[in-house]
């Protein structure tokens, strides 16, 4: 058994062993007058017990060789060590009052009642009496105990450290001698169990029931009182900045704020996906020049994201800030019907006319073939007219109406383009879980599918889709907006991978509005209406952009076209103008002391976002107050600014799910270990973790979240061990040239945390 220590040690010619051969075991009969050695006799396991007929020669230690007077005609008892190997010989007197001398003190020992399993409780006890009264009283609650005694009490505190090596002993006291018992066994693996008066096995001598006497005993793990209190692993996730009422226009406040209110969301689950759709609707249609004389152009097209728990709401929040788009949509699809319609109707109509035509040019043939020059009644323009016309009836019934589309949930790159060449304006990928998409762009095999999305941010270029046989297709106008949500752990990856150099392409940093927000406290559901007037105000919203020509947005104070700029645009106010330089300086110096080079690249990217976001305030500003603003004002630009400020503590939140990622696995680590020390050992298992430690691949096989990954895990254990949870050894392999083994040992004084 495993267990077990069944094996006594054979001491080699001069041992203790061959020493005893020279005497007969004893019986009940030698021990008659003395009860307790009666009851040894009758009830000891091993019987391990000897009548010594002459005094025993030390066999071992410096007295090795010389005759111990007075020990003829005694009782030897062979005391065992924490092997169960056989390593001293005690001799106990018949007569109470006479000296038990112990072979060699200077080896630890104890004389053995019970079987030194591993499943029973290891009782260390001074003299005999009690020991073997400590014995009886527990067997006769059938409980599985071993009792050591150690038989002279100045050995006591030096017996129990010794069995202490090997599993935990239980030594037992009163409160008034508590303190005596216990200081010279701190950091020993000793329970000790303190009662009030009486020992333990005295009440249950009397019948006593054993949990109700543990349950009012005094219970310290003295091994623990030398070791540290495990300190708290800081894993909160950094602070961030939320949004409020003045860090956008009114109309689009009131429609995010009343969503988020009845979703009982962070109000940046709804403002994140309404600034994307909306700056979707703009598109390629109108721009920004952020300097007063350069030619950098920047069009309000973004990246978002939510981030979040599978029960923090995110597909909800979702709809709720696309809703303006989904409007938007339906009406292309009402306008569709009926411009199907009408189509069908001319088609018909065509179909009768066709006939007519066909006919009517079937005969002005026939007279242009038949007539002279001198009878001339029709000349080949005539003709050539009613041709022209047959083929433009038949034409217009080829040319089906296509539906305006505004974004699109899934779709290759090649579809992707074809829709962007079809509507000119960019398009928006709506990605209800992000995690998906990001995996379909991983890979060298997916590189033109990734490079389509990282130059769609930029939203001013071109773009060649290569097909396999049917060459390019060129996108004209490549803008793309791309929102959906994501969850932590799933981002993790992706960051970690981008962070440790593995694919930063610059994807990741492209999601300029992506947002973490804490979910909102004691957050309870709403049954709320949505806010009519703030829907359709936003819906008019949208629609009015939707439908905007070159001159509305001169009349909104918009700069025109000409030979160096392409489409309508804007430029900041003085004022303006000098806060932007400055807070971009300020941008590129906080960019190079970035802790690392990704957070510098995001940072970086922010130089696009202030600009889109002030312009799309400033247009807001200008449609809801129906009037010209002029150049986008020091207004727009303070709440674009402001917005910069939020996203930016989301940000450092989000890149330090993998920055700080070892303090966050650890405190995951911390509470699995937690819930382990209160479900308490079990010292049947071997592998029980409590009882004997862990290995790092144990962990590993464990397969728990952000535990998968070996150099996570080590970090994590490295943090555990910083913070004394754990303790951290290296044991000798048994086998030669074999690689030892790190243990990790969980502090038993972790259930103080419990």
Known sequence: ??????????????????YLADFLLATFADVADNEVLATLINTHENADIYKLHCDITIFSGQLEGQIQLDTANTLGLV???????????????????????????????????????????????????E????????????IDVTVLTCLVPSLFNRTVKHFAEVQQVTIMTTSQCKTKVITPLKGVNVEAIICEHTL??????????????????????????????????????PPVKTLTSNMMPKLLWDYASNSA???????????????????????????????????????????????????????????????????????????????????????????????????????????LTNQTDDDAEISQDDFKAKAQELAEAKQSDELMPEMKRYSTNDGTIESIGELENKHKNGMLIIRDELTAWFASL???????????????????????????????????????????????????????????GLGNDGLIQRFQLMVYPDPLPNSKERDLPPDKQSRDAIYNLFE?????????????????????????YYRFTDDAFQVFMNWYDALKLKASEAEHSIIAEHLIKYAKTVPSLALVFHLVDCIEHNTSLGAVNINALRAALAWCEVLESHMMRIYSTVTDSANIKASYLADKILKMVKKGADKTDTTDWIEHGFTARQLIRKGWKGLTDADDVLNALEVLVEHDWL??????????GGRPTERYSINSRVAELI
Request: hydrophobic share 35%; aromatic share 8%; proline share 5%.
């Open 1 to 18: 058994m495993n267990n077990i220590i069944k094996e006594k040690a054979h001491a080699d010619g001069m041992g203790l062993s061959q």
């Open 261 to 367: 209110e009845r979703l009982s969301v962070p109000i940046e689950y709804a403002a994140v996906p309404l600034i994307v759709s909306f700056g979707s609707v703009i598109g390629t249609k109108l721009s920004i020049y952020p300097k007063m004389y350069d030619n950098w152009e920047v069009v309000p097209n973004f990246y978002g994201a939510i981030v979040g728990n599978p029960s923090s709401k995110k597909t909800p929040s979702l709809t709720e800030g696309l809703k303006p788009i989904s409007y938007l949509e339906a009406l292309a699809e009402k306008s569709h019907v009926n411009d199907k319609l009408e189509h069908d109707t001319q088609k018909e109509i065509n179909k009768h006319m066709t006939k007519a035509t066909e006919k009517q040019l079937s005969d002005l043939a026939k007279k």
């Open 442 to 500: 991983d890979g060298d095999t997916n590189s033109q599918n990734k490079s389509f999305f990282l130059e769609g941010f930029n939203g001013l270029g071109s773009f060649k889709v290569d097909r396999i046989g049917r060459g390019h297709v060129p996108v004209s106008n490549h803008c793309l907006s791309v929102i959906g949500g994501i969850q932590p752990d799933k981002l993790e990856y992706y960051l970690s991978k981008t962070m440790k």
């Open 200 to 237: 333990i096995y005295d009440a249950l001598e009397f019948d006593a029931n054993y949990d109700d006497l543990i349950a009012d005993a005094e219970i310290i793990k003295l091994q623990a009182l030398n070791k540290p209190k495990p300190k708290p692993i800081s894993q909160t996730l």
């Open 727 to 736: 303790s951290w050894q290296v044991i000798p392999s048994t086998s030669r």
């Open 544 to 568: 009015t952009i939707d439908g905007m020509q070159l001159g509305d947005f001169m009349r909104y104070g918009a700069n025109p076209i000409d030979d160096y700029h392409k489409r309508p």
């Open 131 to 142: 020991a073997v009264r400590c014995y009886n009283a527990y067997r006769k609650h059938d």
């Open 79 to 129: 005391m065992l060590n924490n092997k169960a190997e056989q390593v001293n010989l005690a001799s106990i007197p018949l007569e109470d009052n006479k000296h038990i001398f112990i072979s060699d003190t200077d080896i630890p020992s104890a004389f053995v009642i019970g079987s030194m399993s591993r499943d029973s409780k290891w009782v260390v006890i001074t003299n005999l009496v």
